[in-house]
């Protein structure tokens, strides 16, 4: 079976499936009962179809809008008054500007149409907004401007209620067969013998279609109840927005035209809009139109769009278009319909259920052929075949009902569905533990995961960095809030100036008087370090930033390690600072700041001296930072990038970023489980094993390598290095790219990788599982990874691990259970019915037995909480089988049991409990029934545990299952003492339930004894 699944569900993977690999394993899913239900949680290929047309019409007339803005240019000059007229309701709200205006402005590229209605300064003016304050936050005003332009949502579709999921529950193609056998059946059976007694056996049978189709339609809606929950959290996407002069952080969804928005590297554009200032703005377009060549934002290229991504740079955007009036909104309308790549689980299990389905199908056929010959032969042997009477149809109908139950039986609809009732269940509880499931399929693979590259800086240690050390001038000291003052009064003057300035010019972040009144720090954990350090030494960032003019920035990019910045110095001439790695910037330098202020040649012994304080800060686990300036020439250019070298040395800092709690304890669990935990970071070599042993990841039989080193290695090389790397130091985003290929495709290793930057974007899409982090994680990385951990802690990661292994496990569990329930159905009706002519279990029956094992056992089973032993087992990895030796061994030891027993009760029944009479054989059959559904009982519990024996353990925590138990007990003690009419039972006597009871409880011993066989 499992080679068969392989070959025909196997192509299907946890990540980039593509279209035609989806689509050919739903041409193979035959014997489909219920296709609404059966595929509600796959992917809709004709939306998605749709979508990838929508982009390739946006890039075409982005294309023309380009061209016709460039061609505009020329023009520019003799742009013509426009014959736009403002809509009296738009006058009436107090702006000068329509919405549609706005959208064909920017998103044709209109040049003349900015051009006519006065750049971006006028069309401010119109939109009654401030480029520097941003909007007022009156209520009123927001209101009206909201109804004039609409709010930044795309249209979903409606979330669909309680009664539709009924509805799709009906429409499984068995029940309505056995409502038409029903139906039928009611009709001859109250011509035959009247009203109510000729109704029974009509209204047994829709009553239970009824039952099974509310409880499986309550389990679908409490389902989709969890997956919308999940859908707010996924869209929960916050921007920094200037609003009545302060910048604040505010969601995407609150966005209004006229609001001045804040972007960086890695943000995604949030609405259509213009920009204002900015530096160096490049922005990937490939996601709204499929070009994958950036696009520079300049004064004279102003147009920005929603749903775009910020590659470099950083500016402030004015919004003009919102929602649905954006290509990105109607893109994102349609895209949602597309919904989620089905998981490799699902589809496997819809090729189990496939198989299954198949052989079902054939025995429902033999089953019902023998019983009709049956029939025959023994009206034949009467010579009463050519008169047939109304008790002979109901007859007929009732093993055409049998033969249909048990397609219902066989055909395990359930399968696929418990894989995503485990995922919405799972999915759910992370998200109370911090983990933020994106797509359906990270939370499987997770439990395969073999390899974990984590980040350092916030996902190792706590992200809240403080300067605790520094070498300014050649003099190291350590640094606190209350030392700053005599740091100062220790070094020159024109040495603390040049530190001034460089700290509070050379940065992505700002300090900024919030609500209160008070310092508000915004920017990176570095950058806030670097400001507050600023501030304790008594500068003045606002004060700063006025004495010169920025002429040029060029943001923090992980591959060059450094960030800088031109100013334009108030007495005229150029100044560039720079700041990045210690050992990049120092090798830059060729001249430093002494003691005493003076600028001086770097000899050997300064250098050694600086070198030597470097690897001292980084043996002490500090982030080390160099800080260095150099003076231009008068006619640097804006294009012209800022110079690498010939640098004089401002000094050294060390910052701070203690090892989070736990992490220590979670890398050792991780290390029990199999899984193998490497260090990726750019920090330097120096400090990464520092913080590297502190966590346990770096031990005696690790490596420790450089990015710079790791790149130069041969592909021999690498294959012998690669298993026994730790930690990679000075990595780029290219070299973490590698070596998460080289793991998954050489080594055969399931990875998982954390990232946080724009960079690391193509590592997380490589990874199998791939981690962004919530908090210091840029849109970009959160849009290419599966999982969001939330709090950015290394300890939730492996609390995702668990999980994953625990959804994985619990369905293993579940398709154990229901195999064993297939086979033992299918084999006694097809037997029974073969050798005695009838079969012991009726129709109503059968639909019982079917939910016990479908909805009931999924919610049972596939809802097990993990527990601490998971993380003690060795992960399942790239090549283990879904369906075990293990799970078969179960399988068909407690199958060939049940089969057994129920075939001695057949066979032997009426002899060992004394059964006599006209009413013997619906006794045999009611214990028959008895025993069985109490066989399931008890196989439901010994499922818990497929390898261990204590079954018991931690039953009473997981309520879910007391409670299916309890419910599925007390109902068939209703069915059989009081619903006999209706499901062809009669009372029996306390022994006989005893009985049932024991034969049931026998089992888990029989299964305890299976475990104790020894399996490959």
């Known amino acids: 079976m499992e080679s068969y699944l392989n070959e025909n569900f196997g192509a299907v993977k946890a990540k980039h499936s593509s279209e035609e690999v989806l689509q050919k394993w739903r041409n193979l899913c035959g014997v489909v009962k219920n296709p609404k239900r059966r595929f509600r949680f796959t992917a809709n290929l004709s939306k998605r179809y749709e979508a990838a047309a929508m982009r390739r019409t946006n890039q075409e007339k982005l294309r023309i809008a380009v061209l016709v803005s460039k061609a505009a240019f020329q023009f520019i000059a003799g742009v013509q008054p426009s014959d736009y007229t403002v809509p009296e309701e738009v006058k009436a709200a107090g702006f000068q500007i329509c919405g549609d205006e706005l959208g064909s402005i920017v998103e044709g590229h209109d040049v003349k149409k900015l051009k006519f209605h006065g750049g971006v300064a006028g069309l401010s003016e119109k939109l009654s907004t401030s480029t520097t304050n941003g909007l007022t936050s009156d209520i009123n005003l927001l209101n009206r401007r909201q109804e004039i332009y609409g709010i930044n949502k795309f249209t979903e579709s409606e979330p669909r209620g309680f009664w539709v999921f009924v509805w799709e529950a009906l429409q499984d193609m068995t029940l309505m067969i056995l409502g038409a056998c029903a139906f039928v059946s009611l009709i001859v059976g109250i011509a035959m013998e009247g009203w109510p007694k000729g109704a029974h056996d009509g209204l047994g049978i829709v009553a239970s279609i009824m039952l099974v189709v509310f409880v499986t339609a309550t389990s679908d809606y ?28 505010m ?169 995503t009732l485990s995922l919405a269940f799972a999915m759910k509880k992370m998200m109370n533990e911090k983990a933020l499931v994106r797509h359906l399929a990270a939370c499987e693979t997770m439990g395969s995961a073999t390899n974990i590259c ?34 100062c009064s220790d070094l020159p003057d024109s040495a603390v100036k040049v530190l001034i300035q460089s700290i509070f010019n050379n940065t992505g972040g700002e300090v900024v008087i919030n609500k209160n009144g008070k310092h508000e720090i915004l920017g990176t954990p570095t950058d806030a370090a670097l400001l507050e350090f600023g501030l304790s030494i008594g500068g003045d960032f606002q004060a700063e930033r006025q004495a010169s003019k920025l002429v040029k920035v060029e943001p923090f990019n992980s591959v060059k390690k450094r960030m800088g910045v031109v100013l334009e110095l108030p007495g005229g001439g150029l ?33 050694n001296q600086l070198k030597d304080t470097i690897n001292q800060f980084a043996c002490e686990a500090l982030r080390t930072l160099c800080l260095a300036y150099i003076e231009l020439e008068t006619g640097l250019s804006v294009d012209d990038s800022i110079p690498v070298s010939g640098y004089i040395c401002i000094g050294i800092v060390g910052i701070k970023d203690p090892v989070r709690p736990g992490v220590k304890e979670s890398v050792a669990v991780c290390r029990s489980a199999g899984i193998t935990v490497r260090m990726v970071t750019g920090d330097n070599i120096n400090t990464a094993k520092a913080i590297a042993r502190e966590c346990g990841i770096l031990t005696d039989d690790g490596i420790a390598i ?70 210091a994680g840029t849109e970009v990385a959160k849009e290419s ?104 061994r179960n399988i068909l030891g407690q199958s060939l049991y049940q089969f057994m027993v129920i075939w001695l009760l057949q066979a032997k029944g009426k002899a060992i409990f004394g059964l006599h009479g006209p009413g013997s054989d619906l006794h045999l059959n009611t214990l028959i029934f008895n025993s069985f559904v109490f066989c399931q009982v008890f196989n439901e519990v010994s499922s818990r545990e497929m390898e261990e024996i204590d079954v018991l353990k931690g039953i009473l925590d997981n309520y879910v299952f007391v409670a299916v138990l309890t419910c599925t007990v007390v109902f068939q003690i209703i069915i059989i003492e009081f619903l006999g009419t209706f499901a062809n039972t009669t009372p029996l006597p306390l022994t006989q339930w005893f009985v049932s009871i024991f034969i049931g409880f026998l089992g888990m011993p029989i299964a305890a004894g299976l475990k104790m066989i020894p399996v490959n």
């Open 222 to 249: 409490r389902q989709s109840l969890q997956f919308k929950d999940l859908d707010k959290e996924k869209k929960k996407i916050s921007v920094q927005v200037t609003r009545n002069g302060y910048r604040q952080k």
């Open 251 to 419: 969601s995407i969804y609150e966005l209004l035209p006229g609001d001045i928005v804040h972007l960086s590297i890695g943000d995604q554009v949030p609405a259509d809009g213009l920009f204002v200032s900015g530096f160096s703005m490049l922005i990937d377009e490939s996601s709204l139109t499929g070009e994958s060549e950036p696009v520079m934002i300049t004064t004279e290229n102003p147009f920005l769009l929603s749903g775009t991504k910020v590659q470099d740079g950083s500016c402030k955007m004015m919004v003009t278009t919102v929602g649905m009036r954006t290509q990105w909104g109607k893109l994102m309308a349609t895209l949602s319909e597309g919904g989620d790549d089905e998981t490799p689980l699902q589809v496997k299990l819809n090729g189990v259920a496939t198989i299954i389905g198949k052989i079902g199908l054939f025995f429902a056929v033999v089953t019902f052929a023998v019983l009709v010959q049956g029939l025959f032969s023994h009206k034949l042997r009467e010579g009463t075949h050519w008169r047939w009477s109304g008790d002979d149809a109901l007859e007929l109908l009732e093993f055409f009902a049998i033969a249909v139950t048990i397609v219902v039986v066989a055909v395990p609809e359930g399968l696929p569905l418990a894989v």
């Open 454 to 487: 984590s980040d350092k800086t916030g996902t190792l240690t706590t992200n809240r960095m403080t300067v605790v050390k520094s070498c300014i001038c050649m003099n190291v000291r350590e640094v606190s809030k209350d030392t700053g003052s005599s740091l």
């Open 575 to 607: 100044r560039a600072h720079t700041k990045g790695a210690s050992e990049i910037i120092l090798a830059n330098c060729d001249r430093m700041i002494n003691s005493d202020g003076e600028i001086v040649p770097i000899d050997e012994a300064s250098l």
């Open 706 to 775: 450089e990015g710079p080193d790791f790149r130069e290695k041969k592909e021999e090389e690498l294959l012998q290095l690669i298993p026994k790397i730790q930690v990679m130091a000075r990595s780029s985003p290219l070299d973490k790219h590698t070596l998460v290929k080289h793991l998954r495709t050489t080594f055969q290793e399931v990875v998982a990788v954390t990232g946080d930057g724009t960079n690391d974007a193509p590592a997380l899409h490589e990874a199998d599982i791939g981690l962004a982090m919530g908090i």
């Open 785 to 888: 990874a599966d999982v969001i951990i939330l709090d950015d802690n290394f300890t939730t990661i492996v609390t995702v691990a668990k999980w994953g292994r625990s959804v994985y496990i619990n369905i293993q569990k579940f398709v154990q259970f229901q195999l064993t329930v297939n086979v033992v159905a299918l084999v006694v009706n097809f037997s029974s019915a073969c050798l005695t002519g009838s079969a012991p279990l009726t129709a109503v029956q059968l639909l019982w037995v079917n939910m016990i094992m479908d909805t009931l056992g999924a919610l049972a089973l596939a809802t097990e909480p993990p527990t601490d032993d998971l993380m003690k087992r060795t992960p399942v990895g790239r090549k283990g089988n879904f369906i075990s030796n293990v799970m078969w």
